[in-house]
């Protein structure tokens, strides 16, 4: 079990930058950890997929959607990961969410997508860009 923790979320003009994090604790040293970020733009609204890190070697996946504006990283004790926005647009106002789920590399760095398989969510923190 592994519990999330959102922040960062803020208010932005477009074309700014934020920087999310998502704090993890628990099972965070098992070998197929993958963290993925999701956004959320309305209640009841389809969760989207942004990008995933396996947290073992710091492999990456992303979205087509935000390939080259977001980055996922992750600090080195691999209990934290990040969210870099950059070049936010108003299309970008949402609940941003991490969630944990256990992946080879290869499946973690292509499952960009909520998938049953990221069983632990965080709460969320809200993001909201202005024209």
């Known amino acids: 079990q592994v519990r999330l923790a959102e922040s960062g979320g803020d208010s932005v003009q477009a074309g700014g930058s934020l920087r999310l994090t998502c704090k993890t604790s628990?099972?965070?040293?098992?070998?197929?950890?993958?963290i993925g970020w999701f956004r959320q733009a309305r209640p009841g609204t389809e969760r989207e997929g942004l990008g995933?890190?396996?947290?073992?070697?710091?492999?990456?996946g992303y979205a087509d959607s935000v390939k080259g504006r977001f980055t996922v990283s992750q600090d080195n004790a691999k209990t934290t990961v990040y969210l870099q926005m950059d070049s936010l647009e108003d299309e970008d106002t949402a609940m941003y969410y991490c969630?944990?789920?256990?992946?080879?590399?290869?499946?973690?760095?292509?499952?960009?997508?909520?998938?049953?398989?990221?069983?632990?969510w965080g709460w969320g923190t809200q993001v909201t860009v202005s024209k």
């Open positions: 969630a944990r789920g256990l992946f080879t590399r290869a499946a973690c760095v292509t499952s960009v997508y909520p998938s049953p398989g990221f069983s632990n």
């Open positions: 995933t890190i396996w947290t073992t070697d710091g492999s990456t």
């Open positions: 628990g099972d965070t040293a098992n070998p197929n950890n993958c």
